[in-house]
């Protein structure tokens, strides 16, 4: 029997390491998408990939904005096309205080 996953939790609902899929215990404070058993395999995925792609996985734990109206929503997808607005305002803001250690 096939188990389905719902798209709230799209790996299930018990967070596993990215490395060896034991229950994880380390959450990355960046993206909030990557999870890890321990900071060694937090460690060890951010050299290996992680640096690189942290920062495009933010998008994808925030909340998009709903406008009700096609023109507040041309208005905002113009703001964020020209930079004023930024994707996800409280994960860029820490962007510049999270350290891998």
Known sequence: MCSLNPLAHPRGPKLLC?????PAAVQCRQCRVAY???SEH???DWVGIHERVCQLLIPLRCPVPFHALEVEREQHRARL???QVPHCP????????????
């Open 81 to 83: 096309l020209s930079g």
């Open 18 to 22: 990215e490395l060896c899929h034991k």
């Open 90 to 101: 409280s994960a860029i803001r820490n962007v510049h205080t999270h350290t891998h250690t």
């Open 42 to 44: 937090q460690r060890a």
């Open 36 to 38: 890890y058993c321990d």
